[in-house]
């Protein structure tokens, strides 16, 4: 009797097994690109709100090492990661290409630009002549401005490039240690409203579509989204949902975000009115949260290669895919 009893025991933890583990949450690791900010609200909200966890999702959020966010989900020790169309094409090419894809646009449309004090002539392009520009002495970057400029009748060659120190554009403009700086507006721009500095602004896609590009995206392990795409498209989801209740719901969503970085109630006022700002960006005018444009992706990796700013050409349709949106 007690070798039956115990023959129908492991038998029944050996049928338990596959049910058990099925009810285990997947674990998954999403590396941002900086501290946390309004870029990563939707994030937040998934995890707060249950979205994760509804999905069968154990989902751990940090910040990014030394290497950045790319190293990271490229070596497989998270999965998902946060990072911009721009800085990934020279990480797509060559021998020690990263095996990473952009699986999800956190904004719609490119909201940088440059952003100088107000009445001062750098409200376009050509006012930048004879001015100082803080420059990360980047050739994507002052190829940017260069081609911006030349749109607007100016002369990049006159601009005095400063080598950039900038942590606070507010202080920065105030100083008049620099006249103009590159913002991502979502956060620098909607900081000089806040402190009351009076700015003059132009987006580079505003100028020429061609920088209209996806800044930032979600990036995922090439291996691992290819052995666990059900899961990559549960996780995609809960953030679609995340992005899309920060979309319609802007100060609960920024109390979140706050309660998750307590770091940053001390600058409430400019969470909110940040968050404000990229509620409208989540989704914009695309049919929904994530959503990849081919021909917007494609037309700035063409500009790079017709610039020749790589080392080597890039497929211009590499790199992305819709596939793991919800429907």
Known sequence: MKKIIAVLLAVAIILCLPACKKDEPNKITIVLDWTPNTNHTGIFVARDKGYFKEAG??????????????????????????????SLAPA??????????????????NTSGIVSRKGEGMHTPKGLEGKKYATWDMDVEK?????????????????????STVTDEVSALKSRSVDAIWIFYGWAGVACETAGLETDYFE????DPVFDYYTPVIIGNNAWLEENPETAKAFVDALSKGYTYAAEN????????????????????????????????????ASKWGEFDPERWSAFYNWLNEKNLLEEKIDPDFGFTNEYLPE
């Open 250 to 285: 802007s100060k609960d969503a920024a109390d979140i975000l706050m309660n998750a970085a307590p770091e940053l109630k001390s600058n409430s006022e400019l969470v909110y009115a940040s968050q404000e700002y990229l509620a409208k960006e989540y989704i914009s005018d």
């Open 57 to 86: 999702l154990e989902v751990e959020i940090v910040q990014p090492p030394e290497g950045g966010a790319e190293a990271l989900v490229a070596s497989g020790k998270a999965q998902f990661g946060v990072s911009f169309q721009d």
């Open 204 to 207: 580079f896609a505003d100028i």
């Open 92 to 109: 797509f090419i060559g021998e020690s290409a990263i095996p990473v894809t952009a699986v999800a646009a956190i904004i719609q449309h």
């Open 143 to 163: 190829e940017t401005i260069r081609e911006v400029m030349k749109a607007d009748g100016g002369n990049f060659d006159l601009v005095e490039l400063i080598p």
